[in-house]
């Protein structure tokens, strides 16, 4: 029998090495999720109890007590996203022939109503004509909310989020461009890794990227970025048609 040779790119080899890297990080992680809840569910029962016989205890103890709770709810939280982002990897979930430029409506409507989306700008230039592709709507859905939130909480002062769509070789392209703070060169890499985050404490888990690359794997697709600190940052989505 001969042997055939691939020849990988060096893109693609990274591409490649750093999905391998996600599945296994995914494993570990759930494996690892699974065995933190079984505590966590003993000490927010006990925590419980203890906080509903309020009138028996003092007030620093009760202060103590509530803010056991809540990071006991918080644990409960980050784990509960990591674990959807290992579903969101594994599930192969039911895909139907769908429009891309109409979820992407829906996705801009559930958020531009929304407070802090007010000084945000939603410019859409979508390829009319789009042809259909093979996609599992939530989870599409889910990638681009996001993105959208990502890029609502790089202006906190306001600006414009670009959505663009365009047929791209055997895929559709989707543009999803802000005009906020950009993201440092010493971060690119590491942007889509479990659980990296800038934000502070409470206010992200660091696991949104990390599940719409796990989104977009799952519809054999590929995101790339492009940022510059100041300017702005495009996230660049290729989903294949077929
Ligand atoms: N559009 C963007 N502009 C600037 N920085 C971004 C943008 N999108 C992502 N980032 C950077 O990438 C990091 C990781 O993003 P990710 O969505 O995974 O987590 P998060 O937004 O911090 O938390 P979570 O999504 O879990 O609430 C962010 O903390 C931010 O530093
Ligand atoms: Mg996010």
């Not at 750093?18 to 927010?44: D, Q, T, V, W, Y």
């Not at 002062?157 to 895929?171: A, C, F, W």
Request: with cysteine.
């Amino acid at each position: 029998m001969k042997k055939k040779n691939f020849v990988v790119d060096k893109e693609t080899h990274k591409q490649l090495v750093h999905a391998e890297k996600m599945l296994a990080l995914g494993e570990l992680g759930a494996g690892i999720a699974h065995e933190i809840n079984n505590p966590l569910c003993c000490i927010s029962n006990y925590l419980q109890l203890l906080l509903m016989s309020e009138e028996k205890l003092d007030n620093e103890m009760l202060v103590c007590l509530k803010s056991m709770m809540n990071s006991a709810n918080r644990i409960k939280e980050i784990v509960n996203n990591f674990l959807n982002f290992v579903r969101t990897v594994d599930e192969r979930k039911e895909k139907s022939s769908l429009n891309i430029n109409s979820i992407l409506d829906a996705t801009a409507s559930q958020v531009e109503t929304l407070e802090h989306f007010k000084n945000v700008r939603i410019i859409k230039k979508y390829y009319p004509e789009i042809p259909a592709i093979k996609c599992n709507r939530n989870q599409i859905m889910e990638a681009f909310l996001n993105l959208f939130n990502n890029a609502k909480d790089a202006m906190p002062g306001g600006g414009r989020l670009y959505i663009k769509t365009e047929p791209h070789n055997n895929s559709i392209r989707v543009i999803i461009k802000d005009t906020g703070v950009g993201i440092k060169g010493k971060n690119i890499d590491k942007i889509f890794d479990p659980f990296f985050t800038t934000k502070r404490l409470g206010e992200g888990t660091g696991l949104g990227l990390t599940a719409t690359y796990g989104i977009i794997l799952n519809h054999s697709g590929n995101i790339q970025v492009e940022s510059q600190v100041g300017k702005g940052t495009s996230f660049i989505i290729d989903l294949p048609i077929n």
